[in-house]
């Protein structure tokens, strides 16, 4: 049974840096894509960053690039969300995601076939 745990989130105050984890169990990372998405409260759930099944491929929304950094460890099969200098604005719930589709120039919720539960991250002082 294909499933992924995301973990990491919490509290951190805006400049910080915060780490979310996304453990894969029931496949491994060559084979599906992983993307990182987000959702605040009354907005809809939107693409933060995604890395292809190989790993050598990864975007960024723009709202993170430069802050966000996307890794993988094949050998825990768990993907990393690095935030560094964290804004109020990336408060949210964070999901990881799996997908056949692969990790191109767009993060679209309607190619991920499999979500983690989520973690929740606040931004704030």
């Known amino acids: 049974q294909l499933q992924l745990v995301e973990s990491g989130g919490g509290l951190v105050q805006p400049g910080g840096s915060l780490r979310l984890s996304c453990a894969a169990s029931?496949?491994?990372?060559?084979?599906?894509?992983i993307g990182w998405f987000r959702q605040a409260p009354g907005k809809e759930r939107e693409g933060v960053s995604c890395i292809s099944s190989a790993g050598g491929r990864t975007n960024y929304a723009e709202s993170v690039k430069g802050r966000f950094t996307i890794s993988r460890d094949t050998a825990k099969n768990t993907v990393y969300l690095q935030m560094n200098s964290p804004e109020p604005e990336d408060t949210a719930v964070y999901y990881c995601?799996?997908?056949?589709?692969?990790?191109?120039?767009?993060?679209?919720?309607?190619?991920?076939?499999?979500w983690g539960q989520g973690t929740q991250v606040t931004v704030s002082s």
């Open positions: 029931g496949f491994t990372l060559g084979t599906y894509a």
């Open positions: 995601a799996a997908s056949r589709t692969g990790c191109w120039n767009h993060i679209r919720r309607n190619e991920y076939e499999y």
